[in-house]
């Protein structure tokens, strides 16, 4: 199995060395079989010191979107051999940032990882258990939303959103709004995504439901960013709560013919 793991970057000099080494340094060997991983960060055009991180962990400056993998990187001391770095040349937005670094994966399966520290990639192996067992396809990581950092009203609009989400597609999920998705990449390029921020966890979820795929569901650790990350009802809520009732219609316009279905209902792990 070979694991791609997708970096949207913006503007996080002080945390996406490290979260690329937590990357790289995660418990694979915990895993039923073997694991192959990519690592693949777009700078969505950042302005601070991110950019010379990445080219200093990746070898070489980085790619342009749809350029391919580079040679002749230069193996340093610093250089993360599984990481490729690609960059956008005018700022597109984390949407676009995932877009880019899915048209590039070249893994069985993708999993969105946000450069700041919120999500523990040490996590990432239990969310491979279900599908080396052969339980599911797809795995979701479940945050607590219990409130704790200050992050009761957030919480609220993403259990709100979670609960609408059970009540139109019948499913029971605990946290539908989580970054942590572990799906097939081939399924997740079949989407087509048309959403580019807070509603594309909405997208996804209504697609990989009415694609007929079962969703679990793990509980995962969850460190709230205490700065920089804003979110309004009337920006993200309410089109999230649009791109719900929009896709509840949607039907998958291809067949990822290696990927068994199963029916709607979704598990807790």
Not at 112 to 125: G, K, L, V
Request: hydrophobic residues 40%; proline residues 7%; charged residues 25%.
């Amino acid at each position: 199995m070979k694991l791609s793991v997708l970096i949207p970057v913006y503007n996080e000099q002080t945390s996406v060395e490290t979260i690329v080494r937590r990357v790289t340094a995660m418990d694979l060997a915990s895993v039923a079989t073997p694991v192959e991983l990519e690592l693949i960060a777009v700078d969505d055009c950042s302005t601070d010191g991110t950019p010379a991180i990445l080219d200093r962990l990746h070898g070489a400056p980085a790619e342009a979107p749809g350029a391919g993998p580079q040679s002749g990187r230069t193996g340093g001391p610093d250089t993360v051999g599984s990481l490729r770095v690609i960059r956008h040349p005018v700022n597109r937005g984390k949407g676009a940032a995932i877009q880019t670094a899915l048209a590039a994966a070249t893994g069985d399966f993708v999993i969105i990882q946000d450069a700041d520290f919120e999500y523990d990639p040490a996590d990432i192996p239990r969310l491979l258990a279900p599908v080396v067992s052969g339980k599911t396809a797809v795995v979701y990581g479940a945050r607590p939303l219990d409130g704790s950092g200050g992050r009761w009203l957030l919480d609220f609009g993403n259990r709100a959103l979670t609960w609408v989400t059970n009540v139109i597609y019948g499913t029971r999920l605990h946290d539908m709004e989580t970054c942590y998705k572990l799906l097939p990449t081939a399924l997740l390029r079949s989407f087509r995504l048309e959403c580019r921020r807070f509603d594309m966890e909405p997208e996804i979820t209504a697609k990989v439901v009415r694609s007929g795929y079962r969703i679990i569901e793990v509980p995962i650790d969850y460190r709230p960013r205490t700065g920089g990350k804003k979110l309004s009802a009337r920006k993200d809520g309410l089109p999230a709560l649009q791109a719900l009732v929009r896709y509840r219609t949607w039907r998958p316009t291809e067949t990822v013919a290696t990927i068994p279905t199963t029916d709607h209902a979704t598990a807790r792990g």
